[in-house]
C-alpha cells in the first residue's frame, strides 16, 4: 500500500469532517519563496516565526505547522504532506500529531497570506472571500477606534539606508552610557530644584496659548521618535516599508511600520528597537529640562516645559504604560516572550465568563498555569479598566471645548467599543452553543445581572462625600504684610513665641531702596530751593514747582515710610506664628507679601480654630443642600479627625481665593490664572465657608493647609451622575 492510500485510510474520519479535502487532497502547494522561517523560544517552548517578506508581516507557528511546511515542496500531496510531517514528528517523541483538519486550516490561513504556491479549485472561492476582507479590515479597525485614524504615506526604507551609518554608531554601547549619565543627571536636578518644578502651575499648561503649543511640538518630538525606531531597525538588519500619519485624538503623529524587528532572533535587539523612540523622547526632556532651569525668556520656558512634559510624564503614562497598545505594550510581549498578550488576556476574561459565570464546560482558558490565569487576568482587567480612563479624560478635555462633539464621541466609542463587541459576543456565543439548557442558562444569568446593575445603581444608596481643601485662619487685623520688598537679613523670633508690641520680628535688606531715598531726598531740595528762587520773580512757574515739591515730598515720605518698615516689627502683643516655613534668611519678599500671624488671644488659650474653604459652585450647592456631617484633617497629622462645625457661609462670590495654598499653583485643587502671579485669582467663581474644629493637639500654625470631607446621606448612583450630567451641560449653557 503506497504511503499516501496509508494515509487517506488513517484520515478517514477527518475527511468526513471535511468536505473540502476530497476537492483540495491532489493539490502540491509550496511555501513561497518571500517567506522565512526562523526558529524562536517563548518561555522554554519552541516556535517559528513565519516572515513574509513582501508585506512585512510576522505569523507564529506551531512544531505541527512547521512541519507540515517543511514537507510543502510542490511535489507532494496532500496526504503525502500529512504523513511525511507525523513521521517526522513521531521520531521526535511528540503526542500531538496533525489531522487533516489543522493541514486545510493551515493551507487556508497560508493563501489568505498570500504565503502559498498552487492552482486553488475555483469551487474553494471562499477562501479568497476571507483575503478580500482581511484587506478591508484595516478600515473597519479604522472606523471602529474613532481616536485613532492611520493614513500610509510611503515607504521610508531607502531614506534609513542612507542613514545606516548613523544608525550603526546609535547601537553602539558608548551612546547607551551617554543616555544614562544624560538622563541621570537630569533627575538629579529634579530632585534639587524640586520646589520650583512642583510651582509649575497645571492651569498654566492647560491655557490655550500652551495647547496651541503642545498640539505643535507632540508631531515634531513624535518624528524623531519614529525616526528612533526606524534607525534602530535598520542597524541591526530590518527593513521598514511603510511610514505614515496616524490620527490621535485630532492631533496627526507620524509612524513607521518597524514590525521587522519581530523576526530578530536576539530578544535584546528586539527590545532596543521597542524602546528607542521613548529613550529618545526622555532624552530630549532631560536636555530640556537642564535648558529651562538656565534660560529666562518666556515663550522658550514654555517650550522647554512641553517638551519636558511630553518627554517623561506623557512617555511614562501613554507611550510606555504596557495596559495600552503602544511601545510599553510591545516591550512587555517581548521581555515576558508573550506575543499577543492584549489578545491572550481578552480570551482568558471570556473563559472565565463563560465558566464560571455561565457554567460552560467545553471552553478552554489561554493559561497553562494558575500563575498564568492570574496574570493574564489581572492584566485583562487593569487594560479595560486604564482604556476607560483614558477616555473619561479625553471626553472631560474635549466637553471643555464642545460638549455637542464629546457627547458625540461618548456615542462613537462606547457603541463600538462596548456596546457592538457585547453584541457580537453574545451572537456567537448562543451560536456554538448547542445545548438548549446551557442557552437558557445564559440568558438567565445575564438577564439577572443586568437587573442586579440597574437595582444597584438606581435603588441602593452608597456614600457621598464632597471634599475640598481649607487654611487654618485668622481675622485680616491679625496678618502682618512685608511694607517693602527686600530679602531677608535677620529672623529675630521663631515659630510660636509670644512677642511685645513693637518688639522686632525681622530684618529686610533691600539697598536700592535707600539709594532711591537718597536721590528723593536730593529732588525734594533741589525743587525746595527753585520754588523759592522763583517765588519773588516768576511766581506762576513758582507754583507749578511747589506742585511739583508736594509730589515729590508724598513719595519721599512713602520711601521713608518703606525704609522704616525694612525692620519689621509686632503690631500687638501676641504670639506669632510664622506663613510660610519658606520665610527663612536670603528669601526675597515682594511689598505686600503676608509674612506672619500675630495672635493677640494666645494659641494656648484658644480651644477652637477656624478654617475657611473654597468651593465651586456644584460643591456649594450639595454642601448648602444637604451636609450631614464635616470631618477635618490638618496637614502633617491626617491620621487625626476633628469634628467640623458649620459657621457661616459668606455671602461674597467672587474669584479671590483667601490664601494661594487652595489654588492648584499652591499645591490646591481649584485652577488659578495663569496671569496671577501670586496664585489667587480663580478661573471660576467661588463661595467661602468657614469651618469651627476643636484645636487639636501637637504644634498649629495659622496657614495651614486643611482637608474637610463634608460627608451628605447616601443616594444611589444613577441619580449622582444625573446631577454630574445636568451640572456639565450647565456650565456648557453659561461659560
Known amino acids: 500500500m503506497a504511503a499516501s492510500e496509508l494515509v487517506v485510510e488513517m484520515a478517514d474520519s477527518d475527511l468526513q469532517r471535511s468536505p473540502l479535502w476530497q476537492q483540495l487532497q491532489n493539490l502540491k502547494p509550496q511555501l513561497a519563496s518571500h517567506a522565512e522561517l526562523t526558529p524562536r523560544n517563548y518561555r522554554g517552548e519552541l516556535y517559528y516565526v513565519l516572515h513574509d517578506k513582501a508585506g512585512a508581516r510576522f505569523h507564529r507557528l506551531t512544531a505541527s505547522a512547521y512541519e507540515l511546511l517543511g514537507a510543502m515542496n510542490g511535489e507532494r500531496t496532500l496526504p503525502q504532506i500529512l504523513h511525511v510531517a507525523r513521521q517526522g514528528l513521531s521520531h521526535s517523541g511528540a503526542d500531538d500529531l496533525p489531522d487533516a483538519e489543522d493541514l486545510l486550516e493551515l493551507l487556508q490561513y497560508l493563501q489568505v497570506a498570500d504565503l502559498l504556491i498552487c492552482d486553488m479549485p475555483p469551487s474553494t472561492q471562499a477562501l479568497f472571500a476571507r483575503r478580500q476582507q482581511s484587506r478591508r479590515a484595516g478600515w473597519r479597525r479604522m472606523w471602529a477606534n474613532p481616536l485613532t485614524w492611520r493614513i500610509r504615506l510611503g515607504n521610508p526604507n531607502a531614506l534609513l539606508d542612507r542613514l545606516q551609518p548613523l544608525a550603526l554608531e546609535l547601537a553602539k554601547p558608548w551612546v547607551g552610557v551617554l543616555w544614562l549619565v544624560v538622563v541621570g543627571l537630569a533627575l538629579a536636578l529634579a530632585v534639587v530644584h524640586w520646589p520650583r518644578v512642583a510651582a509649575v502651575s497645571f492651569s498654566d499648561l492647560l491655557s ?45 503623529l507620524p509612524y513607521v511600520d518597524a514590525t521587522a524587528a519581530t523576526g530578530f532572533s536576539s530578544k535584546a535587539q528586539r527590545l532596543m528597537v521597542g524602546a528607542a523612540g521613548m529613550a529618545l523622547e526622555m532624552l530630549l526632556a532631560a536636555l530640556a ?16 516645559l512641553n517638551i519636558v512634559i511630553l518627554g517623561s510624564v506623557s512617555t511614562l503614562l501613554f507611550n510606555g504604560n504596557p495596559l495600552l497598545k503602544f511601545d510599553g505594550y510591545h516591550l512587555l510581549c517581548d521581555w515576558l516572550e508573550t506575543p499577543n498578550l492584549a489578545s491572550r488576556a481578552r480570551a482568558q476574561l471570556r473563559y472565565l465568563l463563560e465558566r464560571y459565570g455561565y457554567g460552560l464546560t467545553a471552553c478552554q482558558g489561554e493559561a497553562r498555569t494558575a500563575v498564568g490565569a492570574c496574570w493574564l487576568t489581572a492584566y485583562g482587567l487593569a487594560a479595560t479598566a486604564y482604556r476607560f480612563v483614558i477616555f473619561g479624560f479625553i471626553f472631560m478635555l474635549l466637553a471643555r471645548v464642545s460638549l455637542p462633539l464629546a457627547l458625540l464621541l461618548a456615542v462613537w466609542v462606547l457603541s463600538l467599543q462596548l456596546f457592538w463587541p457585547l453584541v457580537r459576543y453574545f451572537y456567537q456565543l448562543f451560536g456554538h452553543t448547542e445545548n438548549s439548557s446551557e442557552r437558557r442558562r445564559i440568558g438567565a444569568v445575564t438577564a439577572l445581572f443586568l437587573i442586579a446593575v440597574a437595582l444597584f445603581t438606581s435603588v441602593v444608596p452608597v ?22 520688598a527686600g530679602q531677608v537679613a535677620h529672623m529675630a523670633v521663631s515659630d510660636g513665641q509670644t512677642v511685645a508690641a513693637g518688639q522686632r520680628l525681622l530684618e529686610l535688606h533691600n539697598p536700592q531702596l535707600r539709594s532711591q531715598l537718597a536721590v528723593k531726598r536730593a529732588q525734594v531740595q533741589e525743587y525746595q530751593l527753585r520754588a523759592e528762587q522763583f517765588f519773588s520773580s516768576d511766581r506762576p512757574r513758582a507754583a507749578l514747582l511747589r506742585e511739583d515739591l508736594a509730589v515729590l515730598r508724598a513719595e519721599l515720605a512713602d520711601l521713608q515710610q518703606q525704609v522704616e518698615q525694612l525692620q519689621v516689627a509686632s503690631p500687638a502683643d501676641g504670639t506669632v506664628y510664622w506663613a510660610s516655613p519658606d520665610i527663612l534668611p536670603g528669601r526675597y519678599l515682594e511689598r505686600g507679601d503676608l509674612l506672619a500671624y500675630v495672635d493677640t488671644s494666645g494659641l494656648s488659650s484658644r480651644r477652637d480654630l477656624r478654617v475657611r474653604t473654597a468651593l465651586t459652585q456644584e460643591q456649594a450647592g450639595l454642601v448648602q443642600k444637604a451636609a450631614v456631617n464635616i470631618d477635618v484633617r490638618l496637614a502633617g497629622n491626617r491620621e487625626s479627625v476633628l469634628p467640623g462645625k458649620r459657621l457661616s457661609q459668606l455671602p461674597a462670590v467672587g474669584y479671590q481665593l483667601p490664601s494661594a495654598a487652595l489654588g492648584a499653583a499652591g499645591g490646591g485643587r481649584l485652577a488659578v490664572k495663569s496671569d496671577d502671579a501670586r496664585g489667587l485669582q480663580t478661573q471660576q467663581q467661588i463661595f467661602l465657608l468657614d469651618i469651627q474644629i476643636p484645636k487639636p493637639d501637637g504644634q498649629v500654625h495659622y496657614g495651614q493647609r486643611a482637608y474637610v470631607k463634608f460627608i451628605h446621606p447616601p443616594e444611589p448612583l444613577i441619580k449622582r451622575w444625573y446631577r454630574q450630567l445636568h451640572q456639565l451641560f450647565i456650565r456648557q449653557l453659561y461659560k
Not at 518666556?298 to 517650550?303: I, R
Open 463 to 484: 456614600p457621598l462625600s464632597t471634599r475640598v481643601d481649607g487654611v487654618i485662619w485668622l481675622p485680616e487685623d491679625s496678618r502682618l504684610r512685608a511694607g517693602a
Open 289 to 304: 529640562f537642564m535648558l529651562w532651569l538656565a534660560v529666562e525668556n518666556a515663550f522658550l520656558q514654555a517650550l522647554l
Open 208 to 252: 490655550p496659548t500652551n495647547l496651541l503649543l503642545l498640539w505643535l511640538t507632540y508631531p515634531a518630538m513624535k518624528i524623531l521618535h519614529e525616526l528612533s525606531h526606524g534607525l534602530f531597525t535598520k542597524a541591526f538588519g530590518g527593513n521598514v516599508y511603510e511610514c505614515g500619519v496616524v490620527f490621535v485624538v485630532g492631533v496627526p
